[in-house]
């Protein structure tokens, strides 16, 4: 990957690939807790009148999935946010929904679950891609996401601010050789996620949640589910 | 702030699945109208110290609007329901959630918080800390009860930063309360860090999502 050279006017000069600081952000990934909070807030959003507490449970779960990686990585080395956290994942089974549900006489998935089977499948895959893959993408750790096909992390992080004296400064994707680059902090085997299943130095911790917004998010999580069934309740 | 673009993404999710029927382009023109609408404080500063984070950014402010809501639909002859009917009603309510939740919630957790009792209590709050389970148990550092060695007494740390007089949160309109001779650097960030590109992205997933759904089958 080419383009991480720091040739960019406005990176700050503290700010480096280094796998604890990079672009600026201290290293940290999302607890599964936060991904199962975002990933109710999208099934409140889209499941509709197929909302329940089963469905609700179902994408929760699918928002979970992505992290069970952890336990992987006890058998494969780097397996951390790279066997389940890779693009395929929800893009083949995207494929398998949409060849059932469209190109097939009788569709497994409705002729077992109605219409809202299809519905909630639909959800708990975007939900498994935004909110299990996606926020780990977001962060300094990083995804592995075309695993196996290549083994590096990418992480989108960096700013985008509107100055009035320098204009629009942009650290999320460098441009450089003709290449789109976002951050990386390694490959599996250089870099090592850590979680509470194959700790670092640090001891042995499972974190729920590590700041400010994320505690927001949970709590706004565990707001909109009762809303969302007392708005129902008004519907009906 | 975390910019009005974060603030509305989330708005949008909550928007989104609470207003349910009644979602259409006019509802959720509303609900991010609420969102954006209280950073009008920020002009507040030029001509009261600490206005921003302060005026349109206090739990009170949603607790009172909470309440005459609450009282307004439950009496037999409700202005709101009278000119707008369930619509308006449900709007409302939603609009008051996402405002609490999206802005002044996000609010609490960036830089240095929000005045969140004003004008009851002048006291800006900052909510920071972890969640985490270890060898001791269930730990969290949002707030730090401990025993002030000197006195005595019980000190609870929540996170305060200071009272309108001592903070001043920038804005792109006033930047700093102390302005430096030269040109101003008046910043607008869209996103910064990665986690807020993300809820950016996501709320603009859920918009397109919800575009491209089919209709809901009623069951």
């Known amino acids: 990957m080419s383009g991480f050279g720091d040739t960019h006017p406005n990176r700050k000069a503290s700010t480096c690939t280094h796998v604890y600081y990079l672009r600026g952000e201290p290293s940290a990934m999302p607890p599964t807790l936060v991904s199962v909070a975002v990933g109710v807030l999208l099934g409140v959003a889209l499941l509709g009148t197929a909302f329940d507490r089963r469905s609700l449970t179902v994408v929760a779960v699918a928002a979970a999935l992505p992290d069970a990686d952890v336990f992987v990585s006890l058998l494969l080395p780097g397996a951390t946010n790279a066997v389940f956290h890779t693009a395929f994942v929800p893009a083949v089974a995207a494929v398998f929904v949409y060849y059932d549900t469209t190109h097939r006489e009788g569709s497994w998935l409705r002729s077992q679950y109605g219409w809202r089977g299809v519905r909630i499948a639909w959800v708990g895959l975007a939900v498994y891609a935004v909110a299990g893959i996606g926020i780990d993408l977001f962060s300094s750790e990083g995804v592995a996401l075309w695993y196996p096909l290549s083994d590096r992390y990418y992480a989108v992080v960096g700013k985008l601010v509107l100055s009035t004296q320098e204009g629009v400064v942009q650290t999320y994707i460098e441009f450089g050789d003709g290449w789109l680059g976002l951050a990386s902090p390694g490959t599996t085997e250089s870099h090592h996620v850590e979680s509470w299943v194959t700790p670092g130095d640090g001891g042995r911790r499972l974190q729920l949640i590590e700041s400010g917004w994320q505690a927001v998010i949970v709590l706004t999580a565990a707001a909109a589910v009762p809303a969302k069934t007392l708005v129902d309740r008004g519907d009906r | ?219």
Do not use: K
């Open chain 2, 1 to 219: 702030m975390p910019t009005s673009v974060v603030h509305s993404a989330v708005a949008v999710v909550l928007a989104v699945g609470l207003l349910g029927a009644y979602a259409d382009r006019r509802a959720l023109a509303v609900v991010l109208a609420v969102i954006i609408a209280p950073e009008l404080d920020a002009v507040l500063g030029f001509v009261m110290p600490g206005a921003h984070r302060t005026v349109l950014h206090t739990a009170v402010l949603s607790a009172l609007a909470g309440g005459v809501l609450y009282w307004d639909t439950r009496r037999s002859g409700s202005w709101l329901r009278g000119r707008w009917g369930a619509y308006g009603v449900r709007v409302a309510w939603v609009a008051l959630f996402a405002h609490t939740f999206a802005h002044i919630g996000l609010d609490w957790a960036h830089l240095d918080g929000i005045n969140f009792l004003w004008p009851l209590v002048d006291q800006f709050v900052a909510l920071d800390g972890e969640l985490y389970v270890s060898g001791e148990g269930l730990i969290q550092t949002f707030v730090d009860v401990s025993i002030d060695p000197t006195t005595g007494r019980g000190v609870v740390d929540a996170g305060q930063s200071g009272t309108t007089a001592s903070v001043h949160v920038s804005t792109p309109v006033q930047p700093s309360s102390d302005p430096d001779p030269g040109p101003v650097d008046r910043r607008f960030p869209i996103a910064v860090g990665g986690w807020q590109l993300y809820v950016l992205c996501t709320g603009l997933f859920v918009l397109l999502a919800r575009r491209f759904q089919s209709s809901d089958h009623q069951s």
